[in-house]
């Protein structure tokens, strides 16, 4: 059975400070998904990694995926207010098929204090 | 604009009496997926279709029942709600059933049944 575990579960970190959310899932996967949720809001799409050693970055936000050591972080640079959400990592269990048949994290609630 | 569309957002109902949750995307998407969240379990899978009259079981389906007659709409049907069916439900679509491209979710709908 696959499992997606992130953690922390919650981080409450200063503005301007630097930390990493990761992400452990226990089978083989070759893609991984990060996605930001906002308090009473929708999910929206992140990064999409699709290949071992895979780095994306956007604004302060950086995901890289090591498909050997099935993990993935992401890592926030100087975090700023606008940062604080729930972040979620999902794996795609069908390595190698044909289905877009996500697993989730249970999530990682960020608070980022002035 | 292209979006996912769910009604209704919010919903309160007795147990036992029937109702569906509709879903709508305006954006040719081959797939689509009904998930339900829950504090502390993150986002589970209920049901999914790779294509139109395809539909198939995810994670956590007992209970529920979609359809998908028409490319754009993949309702959830509840027969006979119980309480432990209160959740968050979101619907989201993706261009391809695998590939690259990542979920689209909807607003959410949250389901109280008592």
């Known amino acids: 059975e696959l499992k997606v575990e992130q953690n922390p579960l919650f981080l409450s970190m200063q503005e301007g400070k630097n930390y990493t959310i990761y992400c452990n899932y226990s089978?083989?996967?070759?893609?991984l998904y990060w996605y930001r949720q906002d308090p009473g809001k929708s999910l929206e799409s992140l990064f999409v990694?699709?290949?071992?050693?895979a780095v994306k970055q956007e604004g302060r936000l950086m995901a890289s995926l090591d498909t050997k050591a099935r993990l993935s972080t992401l890592h926030i640079t100087a975090a700023v207010h606008d940062l604080s959400a729930t972040y979620f990592c999902a794996v795609d269990m069908e390595y190698g098929g044909a289905t877009n048949k996500l697993i989730f994290g249970t999530g990682t609630l960020l608070a980022v204090q002035p | 604009e292209a979006q996912v569309t769910q009604n209704p957002r919010y919903l309160i109902t007795v147990t036992g009496k029937k109702l569906t949750v509709t879903c709508s995307q305006n954006m040719n998407h081959e797939y689509m997926s009904w998930y339900r969240q829950d504090p502390g379990l993150g986002l589970r899978q209920i049901y999914y279709s790779m294509n139109v009259e395809v539909t198939d079981k995810g994670d956590v389906p007992e209970g529920y029942k979609v359809s998908r007659k028409e490319k754009r709409n993949f309702p959830l049907i509840l027969e006979s709600p119980s309480p432990n069916q209160t959740s968050l439900y979101f619907c989201?679509?993706?261009?391809?059933?695998?590939?690259?491209?990542?979920?689209?979710f909807g607003n959410g709908t949250r389901l109280t049944v008592t």
């Open positions: 989201a679509s993706s261009l391809m059933a695998r590939g690259n491209s990542p979920l689209h």
């Open positions: 990694l699709l290949s071992n050693g």
């Open positions: 089978t083989t996967s070759d893609r």
